[in-house]
């Protein structure tokens, strides 16, 4: 071949690669591996697309390139992996011009590269691999793909294979999504590999998930429609209220459809111990975040099992004994339509003393709270937001003398109550004061784990700078037992005038680099969120307070994907793992 008008480079001399089989040279300082093999010269990028090692201490055998370390094996020619731990190597055409050898440094890639990023991801996803995953995601951030693309990929996965439907992983996701603006730059992409990683970890060894079809008639009305979705959900006939349910998605706004799909989740009590709600406003905010009219049908069918096959509280001995608090929402629940019509046109007002009165021990008078605001106007909006400061301060009080696992059920209450305030962003159905009841009777469950109060820190001037505060906040997650320390310095924070933003983006960094489990991952969303909808500064500093204190009695973890991620990191910067003698 001659090589005079093409972009080849001459690289090494055929007799000398004869002889030794193998060499390495540079274009552009890149390693690149010559091969002779079965009297062709084939050449490769030298570090093996798995871990870096350097394929010129590998085998060469039949045709196939086997890399030393983890033994993945490519086809030498087109540099295909068997392996699907590994990725394909990147090959370089080769020439041979007057006993010389010849390549082409800068080949065309046969795909972009962000295609190709998608594809390793759903490679990642099928394999359940995190340093496949983890690589995907860098490389789709580096091609500016960062955010929709890794979660447009997990959800089609989430959905599509995981027969239970949308669960723990996909929720986890969602709440990265939401987490994602946050966060510094680097963690928005530790915050994409720890969704997706969690949704391929949710559905790995799963049966998939086979979706139902809307109905031919697409001009049956919401209130049809509601009504049939809520009948078949309380038989718990998954098919039909799926079918109901794309049917509604297919013909009425989203408003509607939200409507429908949140009065099924109310109809009865806390269901899942708040994780069905929870779930579904997730699953309408992802869809939010990819778009309604492409996602909006696949997210939320998978959602119908979270209704169909839930716990009902009511049926729990602790809604009935000693205290009939499922009785007490069921009754308000029959008074709804009057309250709600003597409170039209009525403004209401928080009253001081409200919210302290929510976090009381006395079930009926909470309930007469409840019902009264209601009757003096207040929307589902207010009165959610109004549970969830509640539900807030049972995190910030939580008493370390209680049990470890009892930490989730007063964080079950947090996130219900939040998810509640945020589905009212999204309906102004009025079945969403039932679930107003609902998270208020949960509050008031969990009383006694605030017994005694943890203590929580007051305002006090400090003479420490932000930065500094910030720092001392990182390294006391990374020490069992500063709990209360860390709500402290948090609290420092505010006093010093820390710009809110760094604080935040500084959990994250805290929250991310750790094996987080399901609930912290959500704490500290669930508190972000909280932070931006209270307006006060005395109810934003309780927010990430509670979830300091949270995620701080969780930590340290082994922080084994942070090592993953370091790994993937360092590959696409191009480092070196290892030393090779």
Same mark, same amino acid.
């Given at each position: 071949m001659a090589v005079e008008d093409t972009e080849y480079v001459?690289?090494? %001399?055929? %007799? @000398?690669? @004869?002889?030794?089989?193998?060499?390495?040279? &540079? &274009?552009? #300082?890149?390693?690149?591996?010559?091969?002779?093999?079965?009297g062709e010269v084939y050449a490769v990028d030298n570090r093996c697309p798995h871990m870096g090692f350097p394929l010129t201490r590998g085998t060469v055998e039949d045709g196939i390139l086997t890399c030393h370390w983890h033994h993945a094996r490519f086809e030498l020619e087109e540099g295909d992996t068997f392996d699907l731990f590994a990725d394909d190597v990147q090959t370089f055409p080769t020439a041979i011009d007057d006993g010389e050898v010849y390549l082409d440094p800068d080949p065309e890639p046969d795909v972009p590269p962000a295609?190709?990023? !998608?594809?390793?991801?759903?490679? =990642? *996803?099928?394999?359940?691999? &995190? +340093?496949?995953?983890?690589?995907? /995601?860098?490389?789709?951030?580096?091609?500016g793909k960062g955010f929709y693309t890794p979660l447009e990929t997990a959800v089609n996965f989430g959905t599509r294979y995981r027969a239970m439907g949308w669960g723990r992983g996909l929720t986890t996701l969602g709440c990265m999504a939401n987490l994602y603006d946050h966060v510094g730059g680097r963690d928005k992409r530790r915050a994409m590999?720890? =969704? /997706?990683?969690? $949704?391929?970890?949710?559905?790995a060894g799963e049966p998939p998930r086979f979706q139902q079809y809307a109905f031919d008639n697409q001009n049956l009305s919401k209130e049809r429609l509601k009504s049939w979705f809520r009948d078949t959900c309380e038989v718990r006939d998954a098919d039909g209220a799926e079918r109901c349910l794309l049917t509604a998605i297919d013909s009425l706004p989203p408003k509607d459809v939200a409507e429908i799909v949140f009065s099924a989740a109310t109809d009865h009590r806390y269901m899942n111990a708040g994780h069905t709600l929870d779930f579904i406003n997730t699953a309408f905010e992802t869809a939010q975040h990819l778009g309604w009219e492409e996602h909006a049908d696949a997210a939320l069918a998978s959602t119908v099992a979270?209704?169909?096959?839930?716990?009902?509280?009511?049926?729990?001995? %602790?809604? !009935?004994?000693?205290?009939?608090?499922? =009785? +007490?929402?069921?009754?308000?629940?029959? +008074?709804?339509?009057? *309250? $709600?019509?003597? #409170?039209? =046109?009525? @403004?209401?007002?928080? %009253?001081? #003393?409200? $919210?302290?009165?929510? +976090?009381?021990?006395d079930a009926e008078a909470i309930i007469d709270a409840l019902t009264d605001a209601i009757r003096a106007g207040a929307t589902t909006t207010q009165l959610a937001d109004a549970v969830a400061r509640a539900a807030t301060r049972r995190v910030l009080w939580f008493a370390t003398n209680n049990e470890f696992t009892d930490w989730n059920t007063v964080h079950h209450t947090f996130t219900y109550a939040n998810a509640v305030h945020r589905a009212t962003e999204k309906t102004d159905a009025t079945e969403l004061y039932r679930a107003c009841f609902d998270g208020a009777m949960s509050v008031y469950l969990d009383r006694f784990l605030n017994s005694p109060r943890a203590?929580?820190?007051?305002?006090? @001037?400090?003479?420490?700078?932000?930065?500094?505060?910030?720092?001392?906040?990182?390294?006391?997650?990374?020490?069992?037992?500063?709990?209360n320390h860390a709500a402290t310095l948090v609290s420092e924070h505010f006093d010093a005038d820390g710009d809110p933003d760094d604080l935040k983006r500084t959990l994250g960094r805290g929250l991310l680099r750790e094996d987080a489990d399901f609930h912290t991952l959500q704490s500290l969303t669930a508190a972000i969120e909280r932070f931006e909808v209270v307006g006060e500064e005395s109810e934003q500093r309780t927010a990430l307070m509670a979830t300091a204190r949270y995620m701080a009695a969780h930590f340290p973890t082994r922080r084994a994907a942070e090592q993953t991620f370091s790994i993937a990191t360092r590959l696409h910067r191009g480092e070196r793992l290892h030393e090779v003698k």
């Open positions: 001459q690289v090494a %001399s055929l %007799s @000398e690669l @004869e002889d030794e089989g193998r060499q390495v040279v &540079s &274009s552009d #300082g890149r390693p690149i591996a010559l091969f002779h093999h079965e295609t190709r990023f !998608r594809n390793r991801l759903a490679d =990642g *996803l099928e394999e359940d691999i &995190s +340093l496949v995953m983890a690589k995907s /995601v860098i490389g789709l951030d580096e091609e590999f720890t =969704g /997706v990683r969690e $949704v391929a970890d949710d559905s979270q209704i169909t096959d839930a716990t009902r509280s009511e049926e729990l001995s %602790s809604w !009935r004994q000693p205290v009939d608090i499922a =009785g +007490l929402c069921a009754d308000a629940n029959d +008074l709804l339509p009057d *309250l $709600v019509a003597a #409170g039209e =046109g009525k @403004e209401w007002e928080r %009253s001081e #003393g409200f $919210v302290e009165t929510l +976090l009381d021990d203590p929580v820190p007051d305002p006090a @001037e400090t003479d420490r700078t932000p930065a500094d505060v910030r720092a001392d906040l990182l390294d006391a997650f990374d020490e069992q037992g500063n709990t």
